[in-house]
């Protein structure tokens, strides 16, 4: 006995089988079959359910983030773009009307920059500077906005 457990000491260990083995392999009877096993290459049954789950774990919250952004980007897009649907929007069509709803928001901004430069030219070939009449009009608003804010005051006291 003693013979085979010198013998066991310098034998090599089995090529295929996975290092990590002895921490998750509670069947070992002995700290020589620890040893033996140190430096295993196939993971043992319960390191792949370990694995597996810790795999599972991650793929379940990155599921978890997708359909959160999902359900975030439902919330902003206007709610008459699902109008006329008896249930909920599936991912998909959430995610094709927010390109949708996202190109028109594009091609709307492009319509009003075009329509704001406009009004600024035609200003200006009226002799009128369209960052002065910008101020001006903040200034009118600031003061319209102050003398109701005085008014009210007066009226509750």
Do not use: C, M, W
């Not at 599972?56 to 959160?68: A, C, F, T």
């Not at 406009?118 to 003061?143: A, K, M, N, W, Y």
């Not at 109701?148 to 007066?154: A, K, L, M, R, V």
């Amino acid at each position: 006995q003693q013979q085979q457990h010198q013998a066991a000491l310098f034998q090599q260990p089995p090529p295929q089988q996975h290092h990590l083995q002895n921490l998750f392999d509670f069947k070992q009877e002995s700290p020589l079959s620890a040893q033996e096993d140190s430096s295993d290459v196939s993971p043992a049954p319960l390191e792949k359910t370990a694995k597996k789950q810790s795999h599972n774990l991650i793929e379940r919250r990155y599921r978890e983030s997708i359909n959160g952004q999902i359900t975030g980007l439902r919330d902003v897009l206007p709610s008459s773009l699902f109008e006329g649907r008896s249930k909920q929007p599936n991912k998909a069509l959430i995610l094709r009307k927010g390109v949708e709803y996202i190109r028109h928001l594009q091609r709307r901004n492009t319509e009003l920059q075009s329509e704001n430069k406009r009004f600024r030219d035609l200003l200006t070939s009226v002799g009128i500077d369209p960052v002065s009449l910008l101020e001006r009009s903040h200034d009118f608003i600031s003061q319209a906005q102050q003398t109701q804010s005085q008014s009210q005051s007066q009226s509750q006291s």
